[in-house]
């Protein structure tokens, strides 16, 4: 057994599951060898072939683990790979309060219980111009509360190019009916005026609902009714209007090479009474959903008893007031990760990817590559990038499966038969991981049966 866990690779296992399970698995192995060499008659199997049969048993396991990735696709917000990296200060904020206690629902000046959501209500506010603010744990529950809280056994009224389906296939339609609220087209895929807002609202109307396009985008012969056209309608009414913007940008995105991206600030100048967004795109925080809007709206939804089933966890408000300090901090947004990449530059980028590629040798180039926001925010926007492309006589997916399974793990994508490492998204003090899981990578390729997992 010393022997066995003494292998650096089973020894990167028990770091990871536990000696426990190791020495659990390294027993069923060995108890299967000795029964196959008893019927067989034959000796006991060379022990580099238990060592492989081990990782075999392990490496499923290994797959199922929550544990970090290199994310050189291009993609910065990649919500298969966890959307925004958090800021340091908002890691050690979220660890500052997890691992012990903290004043997470009682307020310290009067000695009684107090409110975990005003914790950073007031810095959403001060970000947004808006008079209240609630979070939740992501931008579908906003969105879900909101509607249960005005709308459940009424109308919402929503622009037939809004009815939107986000990842995972969830459809807006979809939302709005497990909602307990009934759904009113308005206008065509294309067109959609202000005018036909105004016929479909009716003594069963609660709400307004205008969403984010996300991940496309509708050109060519179309109309659309002005944002603030459409909160002047619902103040004439009497019906609240909800903005659904999804990516939850605080900031003009202009100086980073991007196109304008509505911001939560404009939605609330525009006269919105509640605007959703998600803390784990634009805004580079943790997951979660945010609510902006006037106070009584906020009160409503404080009342719904559903929020109790929406709510956030210490942690993540830790992490979520950390992120939006640095907005008001001198040179605070280039510390939070997602606007560091967006700013590195293209020459900084490829001085990076040939330093990578001398290090690495005539298999390795320095390339030009296109990233990419993700997250559903400016989805045609390119961004100007550089990266690594890797050729592998053993073909590109055979070495892209090994660096998925490498250490660190990293993942890219496959262009004209070669692995493309983006660096936009790989963070400059990680290039030395990336070598030597490229290096480590291709040794696997050419000796398979002792290293590949």
Not at 86 to 104: C, F, R, T
């Amino acid at each position: 057994m010393h022997r066995f866990l003494s292998e650096p690779d089973v020894a990167a296992y028990a770091a990871q599951f536990g000696s426990t399970i190791v020495k659990a698995t390294v027993d069923d192995v060995l108890r299967e060898a000795r029964a196959g060499s008893a019927r067989n008659e034959s000796g006991p199997p060379p022990f580099d072939a238990l060592i492989a049969r081990v990782r075999v048993r392990l490496a499923p396991l290994a797959e199922e683990e929550l544990v970090p990735v290199l994310n050189a696709t291009g993609i910065l917000l990649h919500t298969n790979l966890g959307r925004a990296p958090l800021a340091a200060q908002a890691l050690e904020a979220a660890a500052a309060v997890a691992g012990g206690y903290s004043n997470l629902e009682f307020d310290l000046a009067a000695g009684t219980r107090g409110s975990r959501y005003a914790r950073v209500a007031p810095l959403v506010a001060a970000a947004t111009g808006a008079a209240g603010a609630l979070v939740v744990n992501n931008c579908a529950a906003a969105v879900l509360l909101v509607l249960d809280t005005f709308a459940r056994g009424r109308e919402v009224v929503v622009a037939r190019s809004g009815l939107i389906e986000i990842g995972g296939g969830f459809r807006l339609p979809e939302v709005l009916a497990r909602s307990g609220a009934t759904l009113v087209e308005v206008g065509t895929a294309n067109k959609v005026y202000l005018r036909d807002f105004e016929r479909a609202l009716g003594p069963r109307t609660a709400l307004i609902l205008r969403t984010h396009a996300s991940n496309f985008r509708l050109e060519g012969f179309t109309a659309d009714v002005a944002p603030a056209a459409l909160a002047q309608l619902g103040k004439r009414a009497g019906v609240p209007v909800l903005e659904d913007l999804g990516s939850g940008a605080l900031i003009a995105l202009e100086a980073f090479g991007l196109p304008h991206e509505r911001t939560v600030g404009e939605a609330v100048a525009d006269g919105m009474d509640l605007v959703a967004f998600s803390g784990d795109k634009l805004l580079g925080g943790p997951q979660a959903g945010i609510i902006a809007g006037n106070a009584s709206a906020i009160a409503r939804l404080r009342a719904n008893p559903l929020l109790r089933a929406l709510r956030v966890d210490k942690a993540t408000l830790a992490a979520l007031g950390a992120t939006l300090r640095l907005y008001r901090e001198p040179g605070g947004l280039q510390k939070i990760p997602l606007y560091a990449m967006l700013g590195a530059t293209a020459a900084e980028l490829e001085a990076r990817a040939r330093a990578l590629a001398a290090a690495l040798g005539p298999a390795a180039r320095a390339c030009r590559t296109e990233a990419y926001a993700g997250g559903g925010s400016a989805p045609l926007a390119k961004l100007p990038s550089w990266g690594i492309a890797l050729a592998d006589s053993h073909g590109a997916d055979r070495l892209a499966a090994l660096l998925r399974r490498g250490r660190p793990r990293t993942i890219g994508r496959i262009e004209e038969g070669e692995v493309v490492l983006d660096l936009r998204a790989v963070p400059a003090n990680s290039d030395l991981e990336l070598r030597d899981a490229i290096l480590a990578a291709r040794a696997a390729a050419d000796a398979p049966s002792m290293l590949e997992r």
